[in-house]
């Protein structure tokens, strides 16, 4: 099935790992001495929490869902051999973290390393050793298809780039070498649509104590439960080396209730579900399907009353310029993204628009971490797919040759997966093997205030294509209904041109093309 794969190659595979490179160092006293400062005449120290205090203020608080004083402590975890499923759909699912994470895009992945099943009595059931080897033989598959292409696709992207920065014979040998490892990074960066989401990530993971406890309660309801609860729950065991108390004085443990799998599971129809989601985004990556239709007016009204103007001191027209137009309001030519600390800014905050979208899981993965713009994705083990269901990339449907490749590595990928469905393996352990360019379809909303920041990083040429791609649509469609509030929206360069310098905020990362000069009809290439 899978030919040209290196003899004998094999999948590395290792038990995750988890270290705790940063924490408070009394994370209970402290919250126990937060919670006695609401009530006290000064400011509480950890050292004066006493056990009668532990047991009766720390139940009180957690009991009753009084939960703020567990979120001043936090912990930064280094993660590895995790995979990028597990992070997608449990780790990064939610708004209450931060995280530094090895790109696909900048890091070439020269060997097959991923997620396997660990050998266990459960395992043992229904991943036996022929259905590893069906697993292992996909995943070293995908990784030949990525190699294949890497080196067919590093062509295409050098020529495109030596056209937009006008290469020739005189060039400067240090301007070669520049295009060559930009062609280099924008060829891994698409052929990495064909590894698997078993592929292993490494990150810098840090979060509040409170949403640790709520990772621990909620370990299984994700597509991994297997894996997150590993995880999690050496994260849990980290942090009670630390100080034991703050999670043994509580007593939590995970849920396995989950109420989404109590009837879809006779229901779900993938394939028919995929059907008529994209029938309503009608050829377009995102769909504007509700908005706030005041927006104009009541984010007028709201600068006014920020500002303590009336009406006839300042117009409707007169408030929406004061809070786009970067000539006017210098919160706009901020990178440090001052939004939500500025007073007029958060008259933004009353439009809000949902959209329903379409991309890649590698490019959502991305998407999903504009956190302040929350998206409601798919359980993939409730809407699996028989047929190949997948993302194409420009660069690859533009190389005959390369795109046989990857349709040829879909194909496997599905082919695989449905084996060990058909074998009677788990879908938690099967949909490992679908590749990056897996079809995500979802429903996501934000306020203006928070898509202005998205559009401003994404509609820029450095951008992902596929988020690049469904930021344009939803600008287009933003200027439809509401017209007056686009004039000032676009990549940095747009904003920048003619108020403030440099115009490009990427500096040595320049994509090579004056985009403000005729953003938004300017055509992107690469």
């Not at 995280?99 to 099943?117: I, T």
């Not at 060039?171 to 280099?184: D, F, T, V, Y």
């Not at 929206?489 to 440099?502: D, L, N």
Request: hydrophobic share 40%.
């Amino acid at each position: 099935m899978f030919d040209g794969t290196r003899p004998g190659e094999l999948v590395e595979s290792a038990p995750p790992r988890v270290t705790l490179r940063n924490a408070f160092a009394h994370p209970f006293d402290s919250a126990i001495a937060a919670a006695r400062t609401c009530y006290a005449p000064r400011l509480i120290g950890h050292e004066e929490i006493t056990d009668k205090q532990r047991l009766n203020i720390g139940a009180a608080t957690f009991y009753s869902g009084h939960h703020t004083v567990y979120q001043h402590a936090h912990f930064e975890f280094g993660l590895e051999n995790i995979s990028r499923q597990f992070v997608w759909s449990f780790l990064h699912a939610h708004p209450f973290y931060n995280s530094e994470q090895q790109s696909q895009r900048y890091v070439r992945l020269d060997r097959p390393q991923a997620y396997v099943p660990q050998d266990g009595e459960q395992t043992a059931l229904f991943f036996n050793e022929e259905h590893r080897a069906i697993y292992q033989q996909a995943v070293v598959g995908a990784w030949d298809s990525y190699r294949k292409l890497s080196a067919i696709l590093v062509n295409d992207a050098r020529e495109i780039l030596n056209d937009i920065w006008h290469i020739g014979p005189m060039s400067h040998p240090k301007r070669l070498q520049k295009i060559e490892r930009s062609a280099e990074k924008r060829a891994i960066e698409i052929a990495r649509y064909v590894l698997p989401v078993a592929a292993f990530t490494t990150m810098v993971h840090t979060i509040s104590g409170i949403v640790l406890h709520r990772l621990w309660r909620m370990c299984e309801a994700s597509d991994t439960p297997s894996e997150a609860r590993l995880v999690v729950g050496l994260m849990v065991e980290e942090v009670k080396k630390v100080d034991p108390q703050f999670f043994e004085r509580f007593g939590t443990e995970p849920l396995v209730e989950r109420p989404e799998w109590q009837n879809p599971q006779r229901d779900a129809d993938g394939e028919a579900f995929a059907r008529e989601f994209d029938a309503k985004l009608n050829g377009k990556t995102s769909k504007l399907v509700d908005y706030s239709p005041n927006a104009v007016r009541v984010m007028a009204e709201s600068y006014r009353a920020v500002a303590g103007l009336t009406e006839s001191q300042c117009s409707d027209a007169e408030a929406i310029d004061r809070l786009l137009n970067p000539a006017r309001n210098l919160y706009r030519l901020e990178t440090l993204n001052v939004g939500v600390h500025a007073p007029m800014m958060r008259a933004l905050q009353h439009a809000n628009y949902t959209f329903a979208k379409k991309i890649s899981h590698t490019a959502d993965s991305q998407d999903q971490r504009h956190r302040m713009i929350p998206g409601s994705r798919p359980l993939l083990t409730l809407a699996d797919t028989r047929e190949p269901d997948y993302i194409t990339p420009m660069l690859l449907a533009a190389n005959p040759r390369a795109k046989e490749v990857y349709d040829r590595a879909m194909h496997d990928a599905w082919s695989a997966k449905n084996q060990l469905l058909d074998r009677g393996v788990p879908p938690e352990i099967a949909l490992y093997l679908l590749p990056n360019a897996k079809s995500i379809r979802l429903y996501e909303s934000g306020s203006l205030l928070h898509l202005i920041h998205k559009w401003t990083m994404r509609t820029c040429f450095n951008a992902q294509e596929e988020i690049y791609q469904s930021s344009m649509d939803e600008l287009a469609q933003l200027r439809e209904v509401h017209p007056e509030l686009t004039k000032f929206i676009g990549p940095p360069c747009h904003i920048r041109a003619g108020i403030t310098t440099p115009i490009c905020t990427e500096g040595s990362h320049f994509c090579g093309i004056k985009v403000w000069l005729d953003f938004p009809n300017i055509t992107r290439r690469i």
